[in-house]
């Protein structure tokens, strides 16, 4: 069986192209959602788009995308392709418009191709993914999906002031679909790696099979503030001791599990931060991640554990305050193994990976 | 033998009385060096100076000092007792006063009994102690002992922009006498304990037999900022972990040994301190002491291994800054071992102790 293959530098010309709009006076890319530089950007893809002769459709969010309906398909839900073409300031070129540019140009080679497909077949391009400007991050796709409601997220108010609804109408782009109008039989996104995974293993592809459950929590530690130089090591009540001990637990048991768990204290404070006193006070955050709930779970159980016995060993009172928790996804197995398989069928080094919501919640 | 004993009443009231003067609105005792309550403290002290029949005398850094001359010791070295009478912000009315006044209590019972010491007793009450508002502290007693010279100290500006010079010369305490002109032929100095052995042991009594070492240095370590969700566990070069690993090294090393070893981390940074990221950077201070030179010489040589292994065990770059160093110092044998003799033919609980330097250095 012979395969059809895309037009590679064509599709590495859009990149290139895509990524010289929105430079700044030191040559960092940045644009920003709903900005001039964003307008020249949804220019260019609108412009590529009607010359692939696709129907495009914009919706209140500003959510573009291009749509293929061959013949006899119009009724059919269809396959949907895409990620975003908004940016954050000094941004890779790759980020996202690698998404939008493939799908593009998957859907320009098969109709090319003379390809017959079952259903439609769209490009989308979201708003706001990156949330610089405008919070929530990843707005266009959550109004797409009815997570939140186009007027408030149209009401929301930038880091600069301005409103997104009045940025999308000035720019042009406030469409006039509803969001949502177009419900995907499937939807797959093409994305550079955010992590060294693949190129520390040298593999040219990755299919993501789930996406990891993550449980945040800020734990506060409390003892003495005693001096440091009269104050017998036995005698201490350090919090801050406490919380290093706390770091090291979690490390270790992620490394002696097999098991994907990452942790991580990333914030860390003492109190008074006096380097003659004991820390009285110790607030540090902590970052669970796992792709399987009931692991997730059996984290955070363990740590409540070894914080309790902790508290007792220490003589010190903890405090532990949750910050955001989500749920791992598990994705569709049939277009994961699908993917897998045409990897295979080019002899793409390929493996499967968990991976991480684009960004972070906050 | 019958002992001879202080009027603990008139201490007492005497501490009292010096005790409420240079209270603020809000009630907190302060008398900081050269201020209109520092002046008002030692015109109480010198009026009680002179009516014990002491001869008055001030130095040039204004320490002042009370002198009980016998008949035919005028030639000989005097005994020094005292301490200071200038407070923190909010002190406690024992602080420094409690040298100083058991001092002048001790020489007054003494010529009040018809004892005929073989020296002169002399009460010191040195000027500036604890350096809140000019620094260095301790700063009278460094000047007396020729660590530091008149000139310099008195050109000292505060945190108030005063120069110490003309406030002690406003306050009438810029002596004449030339700063260390009484040599000591021993100097005892009772101090309310700052650290809580005494109270948790019962005992009335510490004879402080030396003085800590102090090490003070500044940690650096340096990995990578890698996003805590993509970067698996085997993948990082995490140093707040590897801080956290110090703190651990630190405590564990010092509760095992059967030292005074003392081991302190009191300040923390993690860099950038973000929930998601793997901190790049950890800024930690490391405070050792130990009164016995070989052995805080060996501390530090721990930790510079422990730094040395550490590096390479986690990947991470560690630099090291001293911040201070202080020798230790062993008093007087014959002094301690007279005082424990003394306690213990009154039947006063005593042990022996480390002391810190009253303050910090900076």
Redesign the interface.
């Known amino acids: 069986m012979s395969k059809t293959s895309i037009d590679a530098s064509r599709l590495l010309g859009r990149l290139a192209e895509l990524g010289a709009i929105g430079r700044d006076a030191d040559g960092r890319l940045v644009r920003l959602a709903a900005s001039d530089a964003d307008k020249l950007g949804r220019d260019c893809l609108v412009a590529w788009i009607e010359a692939a002769g696709l129907e495009l459709a914009i919706d209140r969010i500003g959510n573009i995308f291009g749509i293929w309906v061959p013949d006899g398909t119009r009724d059919r839900a269809p396959l949907l392709l895409g990620s975003h073409i908004d940016t954050v300031i000094d941004a890779g070129i790759y980020d996202g418009c690698y998404g939008v540019l493939s799908a593009l140009e998957v859907i320009e080679t098969l109709k090319a191709s003379g390809f017959a497909p079952s259903r439609p077949i769209a490009v989308a391009a979201f708003t706001n993914e990156e949330g610089v400007r405008y919070a929530p991050d990843m707005m266009g796709s959550l109004v797409y999906a009815g997570g939140l409601d186009a007027e408030t997220a149209l009401a929301t108010t930038g880091t600069d002031g301005s409103l997104l609804g009045d940025e999308l109408k000035r720019i042009g782009y406030a469409g006039d679909r509803k969001p949502g109008f177009l419900t995907p039989h499937a939807y797959i996104e093409l994305h550079i790696?955010?992590?060294?995974?693949l190129e520390?293993e040298g593999l040219s592809l990755g299919a993501v099979e789930n996406l990891?459950g993550?449980s945040?929590q800020r734990v506060t530690i409390e003892g003495d503030a005693?001096?440091?130089?009269?104050?017998?090591?036995?005698?201490r009540r350090?919090a801050?001791?406490a919380?290093?001990?706390v770091?090291?637990f979690l490390?270790e048991r992620?490394?002696a599990s097999n098991t994907?768990?990452?942790?991580?204290?990333?914030?860390?404070?003492?109190q008074p931060?006096?380097?003659?006193?004991?820390?009285s006070k110790?607030i540090f955050?902590v970052?669970l991640?796992d792709p399987d709930e009931d692991r997730l779970r059996e984290e955070e159980a363990a740590l409540a554990r070894f914080l309790e016995s902790l508290s007792a060993e220490e003589q010190v009172a903890i405090s532990v305050q949750r910050?955001a928790r989500f749920e791992p996804v598990k994705f569709d197995e049939r277009i994961v193994a699908t993917i897998e398989t045409a990897a295979r069928a080019r002899a793409l080094p390929c493996r499967r990976m968990t991976s991480?919501?684009a960004t972070?919640p906050r």
């Open positions: 790696e955010q992590g060294p995974v520390r990891q993550i945040w005693n001096h440091a130089g009269t104050t017998p090591m036995t005698m350090d801050g001791h919380s290093a001990r770091i090291t490390r992620a490394m994907p768990t990452v942790a991580t204290v990333g914030c860390m404070e003492f931060n006096a380097i003659n006193v004991i820390p110790a955050t970052d991640r910050l991480v919501p972070m």
